[in-house]
Every structure is written in structure tokens, then in C-alpha cells.
């Protein structure tokens, strides 16, 4: 059986190598979990069998930085523990993307004190603000696939050779 029988009998399809580049990125998403506190038990249980977070391509959560391009804060962050958060951050190769999980990471949460970051966007650029206290992971989910439908509108040739500016950590009084 010749080629062009064998292609016509199984049938085939053609596709350009950018396109199966950013399909890959775009399911493949490796989550660098950043469990501070109470929200890390609900990103824990995103990855149960009720919710399955292997169907979205991101059952591989990653505890070593250099392997993950999105990190998920789930908690409260001190300023002591920004600068860890951060360091966490730098090391993630690029592109990356950041989910804020909870009240406390987005915005403090009921912690109004000197040694609680105010939100992580002081220190770190956000993509997802995921509201709740704690949010559900079904919540953590959509973000998920909000994280991959951005992921889809980059190109991977966009982030060659790109500087990212460095930011600031603030520090407490």
C-alpha cells in the first residue's frame, strides 16, 4: 500500500508548527503552587477527582520554580514572606502568568496590619484576581481556563529575548 493510499484511507490533516506550539502551551499549563495558608486547601482540592484539574492540562503541579509558568498565591502574605514570594517569582522562566487566590492575597483580607501585604500586586504583576474566602476550586478552575484563554492570545516567539523591568518589594514600617 502506497503513501497516497494509505492518507487517503486514514486520512490526515495539515496545520502550521505555530499553531501546535501555542495549543500545547495553551493545555499544558504547570501550576507552581504558593499554599501560604487557609486558601491552599482549596487549591488542593482542585486537583481531587470531583474537580480535576488534569483535564485542563495542569495536573503537574510543580514545587521547583524553573519548571512552572503559572504560580498560584493562595493565602495571606507577609512582607517577610514577599520577598520569598518574589524570589519564587524570578526564578519561573518567561512567559509566565500569576493567579491571586483569595481575599487576603488580592487585597490583605481582614488582616489591616503593618506586617500583612496589602495585596500581592504591590510586589508581583497579576493576571487573575480569584475572589473568595476561601474561593471554591471550582472558582480556581474558570481561572485556570481564563489563564489558558490569555495563554492562547501570545505568541511564544513574543517573549524571546524580552527584558521584564524588575519591581519593587515594599518593605514595612
Keep these: 500500500m502506497g503513501l ?9 490533516f495539515t496545520t ?6 501555542e495549543w500545547s502551551r495553551k493545555y499544558s499549563v504547570w501550576p507552581m503552587p504558593m499554599g501560604i495558608s487557609c486558601c491552599a ?3 488542593m482540592a482542585a486537583g ?31 512582607y517577610k514572606m514577599s520577598h520569598v514570594v518574589r524570589k519564587i517569582y524570578d526564578q519561573m522562566p518567561d512567559p509566565k502568568w500569576v493567579i ?9 483580607g481582614m488582616y489591616r496590619s503593618y ?11 497579576v493576571d487573575i484576581y480569584l475572589a473568595g474566602c476561601p474561593p471554591r476550586p471550582d ?19 513574543d517573549f524571546q529575548d524580552i527584558k521584564l523591568p524588575e519591581l519593587t518589594v515594599l518593605q514595612s514600617n
Design 4 to 12: 497516497e493510499a494509505k492518507l487517503t484511507d486514514d486520512g490526515f
Design 115 to 125: 506586617n500583612v501585604v496589602q495585596g500581592i500586586d504591590q510586589f508581583l504583576p
Design 41 to 43: 486547601i482549596e487549591m
Design 48 to 78: 481531587d477527582p470531583k474537580y480535576d484539574i488534569a483535564r485542563f492540562g495542569s495536573e503537574v503541579m510543580r514545587f521547583t520554580p524553573r519548571q512552572c509558568d503559572l504560580m498560584i498565591v493562595a493565602g495571606t502574605v507577609t
Design 139 to 157: 472558582n480556581l478552575l474558570n481561572a485556570l481556563i481564563q489563564i489558558q484563554d490569555k495563554i492562547g492570545k501570545t505568541r511564544a516567539k
Design 100 to 108: 491571586a487566590m483569595g481575599a487576603c492575597t488580592s487585597s490583605g
Design 16 to 21: 502550521k508548527l505555530d499553531a501546535i506550539i
